[in-house]
């Protein structure tokens, strides 16, 4: 199975609410990062943060990793329907020469 | 715009045709990829270039054919393909070198081939 899986798989929620969204992996990482894509078009990076960190903020983004469940989340706060998209969460292991996606959350804010 | 573009944008092709996806970066990085992105499934990488050289093919059938001329351009020389290749393709650079580890890709907006 792959080494990053998002939960949960798709998200709907008002404007103005948070979205928060979450990632597990299997195997020792160097680094985590989230990507958004909207629909039918290419990743945009979001977020990166090292094993050695546990919170990173940028804008409305907030993202905790937890090494010892092997976890990372995502939230966005006061979302807006231009947070409308997809978010994938993609693994850097230890051996560090390639990024591995997960399935991704397809989140919709509606207006 | 992320520096990464991608042509054609959309892409429909017999199974019996021959085509080529581009992807130039603008951002000085060494480093280059194609994934696959089919519906419900993960992203899927296919190839990796590192200074020009293939470091990567995982494992991807040979009817894709990826060609790297310098480090700012890179083809996937497409031919006999099947339905189930239809897909969005996705090309994204890095900088290597600096970093012992993979850090940020950029990636293109993607072609959408349909395989008839």
């Known amino acids: 199975s792959q080494q990053g899986e998002e939960d949960p798989q798709a998200l709907s929620i008002q404007e103005g609410e948070n979205a928060t969204m979450n990632c597990s992996y299997k195997t020792s990482i160097n680094n985590l990062q989230w990507y958004r894509q909207n629909s039918g078009r290419g990743l945009v990076h979001l977020i990166l943060?090292?094993?050695?960190?546990r919170e990173k903020h940028s804008g409305r983004l907030r993202v905790t990793l937890d090494t010892s469940k092997k976890s990372s989340s995502l939230l966005i706060t006061a979302s807006r329907a231009a947070d409308t998209a997809s978010y994938f969460c993609a693994t850097v292991t230890a051996a560090g020469n390639k990024l591995t996606f997960g399935g991704g959350t397809r989140v919709l804010v509606k207006p | 715009e992320t520096g990464v573009t991608q042509t054609p944008r959309h892409l429909v092709m017999g199974m019996t045709n021959k085509k080529s996806l581009k992807c130039e970066q603008h951002l000085g990085h060494n480093a280059m990829y194609w994934y696959k992105q089919s519906a419900k499934k993960p992203l899927e990488l296919m190839f990796v270039y590192n200074f020009k050289e293939q470091t990567e093919n995982n494992s991807v059938p040979s009817r894709f054919s990826p060609e790297c001329p310098n480090s700012s351009h890179l083809f996937l020389h497409l031919h006999t393909l099947q339905p189930e290749d239809s897909a969005l393709y996705l090309c994204?650079?890095?900088?290597?070198?600096?970093?012992?580890?993979?850090?940020?890709?950029?990636f293109g907006p993607g072609t959408r081939l349909l395989v008839l």
């Open positions: 994204a650079s890095s900088q290597e070198g600096l970093a012992e580890y993979q850090e940020t890709q950029y």
């Open positions: 943060i090292r094993s050695n960190e």
